[in-house]
């Protein structure tokens, strides 16, 4: 999640968290969240709107751990 937007950005396993700062790579991926999982993301801020649909664009790319992307 780029740290240029205007927003806090948290993200969670479900809707009762726990919440984590979305702005941290090291935060998310220690969330371990199965395949599958719904994820619940909120922001607040100048950015919000922007920040939601960015993170909301980097999830549905699987994190650009896809095609053309070395996992190793």
């Known amino acids: ?19 984590i700062d979305a702005k941290s790579i090291v935060k998310v991926m220690a969330m371990k969240a199965p395949e599958g999982t719904v994820l619940h993301i909120r922001a607040t801020g100048k950015d919000a709107g922007n920040a939601v649909a960015a993170l909301r664009a980097l999830v549905e790319r699987n994190f650009d751990e896809g095609e053309g992307h070395d996992a190793g």
């Open 1 to 19: 999640m780029p740290k240029t937007f205007d927003a806090t950005t948290q993200i969670a396993p479900a809707e009762s968290g726990p919440w």
